[in-house]
């Protein structure tokens, strides 16, 4: 059933989403009653904000559906069109498309709003010691930077595993050298990057992509960008923290050097 019919059947559309969100109450009811043995707190208010998710999440996965998934995959496909002349264009014909990746990347990265409650609470945690918009910035580069290599590999038709061996493996070497308490939040930047609002622009830039490019596969290589949406940010979020100790070190030396002068 397309988007604009399910649409003007909202029974059969709530009815869909319920399927899905109800395990979830049923699960949490359950587990207050049988287990713990407690009445519900405020059942009338729990089961109002249980109607509103399931009426929220219906009207979001049909937008998703009518706006955002066409648009990325439309957008996709005027950039080839607009960067591949040839029957066969040189990678670096791409140009546009590497472009529009690490901007999509970087503008829907500092809009999630997983990540801007994450970001607050860590600056919370941190005293301030840690900005809240530094953060997101920093995470939006890394999703931009892993955009654009991943937008490149699905130009090339490279294997997958090749690039996400490569930046797990800069991982790990980042992790024995990063501070330590900054790396239990690098990990988690790299799945708060991946939610409501990243996922469905960068699944249909991928698939919009792998369509257009001639000999390229919409299931072997449209999806995997959110891969390199994952890990990327982890590497980003290290590397700044990285960068921080090190000029505190090289600033430290200096003042010492100088009262050493002195």
Known sequence: MSGLEILFNPLELLWATAGDVLPVLILLVGFQKLVLKKPLPRPGRMFTGFALVLLGMSLFLTGLDLALFPVGRNMAIK?????????????????????????????????????????????????????????????????????????????????LYWYILAGYIIVAVQTLFAPKLIIPLAYDTGGVTTST?????????????????????????????????????????????????LKALLKEKRSNKQKSLK
């Open 79 to 159: 950039l080839i069109q607009a960067s591949g002349k040839a029957p066969d264009p040189h990678w670096s014909s791409y140009y546009l498309v590497y472009i529009f990746a690490a901007l999509l990347g970087f503008s829907t990265t500092v809009a999630e709003p997983a990540l801007i409650a994450v970001s607050h609470k860590a600056q919370e945690a941190s005293r301030g010691a840690l900005s809240s918009l530094s953060l997101r910035l920093v995470v939006a580069l890394g999703v931009a930077l892993g955009l654009t290599v991943g937008v490149f590999r699905i130009v090339t038709g490279t294997p």
């Open 197 to 245: 609002v990243t996922v469905p622009l960068v699944a249909a830039l991928g698939l919009g992509l792998a369509s257009g490019i001639p000999g390229r596969s919409p299931i072997l290589d449209g999806f995997g960008l959110i891969a390199f949406a994952s890990v990327c940010p982890i590497i980003s979020v290290l590397a700044y923290a990285q960068l921080a100790r």
